[in-house]
């Protein structure tokens, strides 16, 4: 048994004494759901892989065409993996809001105007993570657009759903670019690089997705590869690749992760550098810290109001701190262990080996400083990350991680000669094994969702009203496209109050309510019995909505 396998079998026994049951949080839902399994799974791989792995002296090697035949091949997995693994449904309302705003920038707006009926009960159309006011004369997603951007790019000549998948090869490209030019002797350092990122279930599902964190992988890589080339032309490069990655959806990811590497500029004492990225980060960051006050502008009207919800990031950032979390560490804990089963199996010991092995290195300094930030900073603001794969607050430095790992592979492969055997034996027990039980785990998470999304848009009714919590993220299914054009429109029952349920009725709408069995597979995968909510709602909310003069129908989970 080799040295890798030892510490993975102690990390096992470590994390079984660290979790030994379920605690009632979403977090670890998910965590017993998903990771709990992978990472028993990955600890038993490495064990049998870890058994007289043999000596290789050979080194390893990929044929020049490799790289852009496994770039198209992670595009074409990842967008087919986004239509069946993830059932083309976008389940939490990040994804929702990505979405949500390409379809505004697409049809040539920056907000979407409201009719004037729909003004005074945005509410109801669900307005979580929306840009907060009350009667708005127009709305907008709260995050910064450059995401939203990009999908509307990508979905003029194609669908917008490859902007993921092609955001996993732009980052391929930019890694195997970095560590080409951290190792130019050492072509292996670039293959076991590629081989970790293909190897990550996280880079991967993620980009099967419309979440912003496969574009903040992509783009801080390639902001690392422009960084490395040390040219001028190559700085203001990277300084308008910095501007598109602080404004993909939270103005804290992409300078969290480039602020230690810029560091070293000041210990190179490399003032003419230090002078160009100060200058150019200070405009940066004040261009999309004023980005929500400006869009705030837009969407207000004469009979507007400020909400209680802060559209400032400084406002937001004292009403987070003040608000505290009893779950933080134990939230944190979970969210580490996440994003180590959704890595490579070798991913863990080799990046520890890197940072103990490098610790006097001033860049390799710098990437553990640019993985170690965002937990620090990610523990006092938000610990709980809500839906993902892995630990999304970690995406951005997935690439940083890696090299810091290829950092640990050339101190071990000088010294080992069963490191590259061992190294072979886990890619291909990651790729065939534990991928398949990820993309199984994927699938089992979004497809409950999907199915009740798609019943609900079958329905053929006008309007479908169900309450925010009648099943765990129930009200994510209150899904409405910008302009409301989707029948049904779809609204949250804790918002309904009589002068809208008399405008919708007045027609004789026909109106959707859920009962009980409806939520029955979202409440099972969350270990909940079923809830008596929706039943309960259709015997009070049945007769106002018939009385006003709508007809009512009811969804079960059939």
């Known amino acids: 048994m080799t040295i890798a396998g030892v510490v993975l079998y102690f990390f096992a026994v470590c994390l079984f004494a660290l979790f030994p049951f379920p605690v009632p949080t979403d977090t670890a839902v998910l965590f017993y759901r998903q990771d709990y399994w992978l990472l028993m799974a990955e600890c038993g791989l490495l064990l049998a892989a870890s058994v007289r792995p043999g000596d290789q002296a050979s080194r390893l090697e990929l044929p020049q065409i490799a790289l852009p035949l496994i770039a198209l091949g992670l595009i074409v997995f990842c967008y087919i993996g986004g239509k069946w693994f993830l059932c083309g449904f976008a389940v939490s309302r990040d994804e929702q809001m990505a979405i949500f705003d390409s379809r505004i920038f697409g049809a040539g707006h920056l907000v979407q105007h409201l009719l004037p009926f729909w003004q005074a009960h945005t509410a109801a159309l669900n307005t979580i993570f929306m840009l907060p006011a009350v009667r708005p004369v127009a709305w907008v997603s709260g995050y910064l657009p450059m995401n939203a951007i990009l999908r509307t790019a990508v979905g003029l000549v194609a669908d ?72 001028p032309l190559a700085d203001v490069g990277a300084l308008l690749v910095a501007f598109v990655a602080t404004g993909l959806h939270q103005p804290l990811f992409h300078p969290l992760f480039a602020a230690p590497i810029l560091f070293t500029l000041l210990l190179e004492r490399n003032w003419p550098r230090v002078l160009l990225f100060g200058i150019g980060y200070g405009a940066i960051c004040a261009f999309w810290l004023e980005w929500p006050g400006w869009m705030h502008l837009f969407i207000t009207g004469p009979h507007s109001a400020n909400t209680a919800a802060a559209t400032d990031y400084f406002a937001r950032l004292r009403l987070v701190i003040s608000q505290g979390d009893p779950m933080r560490w134990r939230d944190i804990g979970a969210n580490l262990l996440r994003f180590f089963a959704w890595q490579h199996l070798l991913f863990l010991p080799l990046m520890a080996v890197g940072i103990a092995a490098t610790w006097r290195n001033r860049l390799a300094g710098a990437f553990a400083a640019s993985v170690i930030l965002p937990v620090i900073i990610m523990s006092v603001l938000l610990s709980y990350q809500g839906h993902g794969f892995g630990y999304r607050y970690l995406h951005g430095v997935i690439g940083v991680a890696i090299l810091l790992a290829v950092f640990g592979w050339r101190w071990l492969a000088e010294r080992h000669g069963w490191l590259r055997p061992l190294f072979i034996r886990a890619t291909l027990a990651g790729l065939l094994v534990v991928m398949p039980l990820q993309a199984w785990m994927a699938h089992g998470f979004y497809a409950p969702d999907a199915r009740s999304d798609r019943q609900i848009a079958n329905s053929g009714v006008d309007y479908f009203i169900t309450g925010g919590f009648d099943a765990p993220y129930s009200q994510d299914l209150v899904i409405n496209r910008a302009d409301l054009s989707n029948r049904p429109l779809r609204l949250i029952a804790e918002k309904l109050d009589d002068t809208l349920i008399q405008g919708i009725c007045r027609t004789g709408a026909r109106v959707a309510l859920p009962t009980s069995t409806f939520y029955r597979p979202l409440q099972t995968y969350y270990y909940l019995a079923q809830l008596p909510r929706p039943d309960a709602r259709i015997a009070t909310l049945s007769p106002r909505l018939k009385a006003a003069g709508c007809s009512v129908a009811y969804l079960d989970g059939t």
Not at 197 to 223: D, E, K, R
Request: glycine share 6%; proline share 6%; with cysteine.
């Open 160 to 231: 917008p759903a490859l902007t993921g998948p092609l955001m996993v090869a732009l980052g391929l490209v930019s890694l195997w670019k970095c560590a080409r030019l951290l190792w130019p002797d050492d072509r292996e350092a670039a293959v076991v690089a590629l081989l970790l990122y293909i190897g990550s279930g996280q880079v991967l599902f993620a980009g099967m997705t419309a979440y912003a964190m496969p574009a903040h992988l992509a783009f801080n890589l390639l902001w690392l590869w422009l960084f490395l080339l040390k040219r």
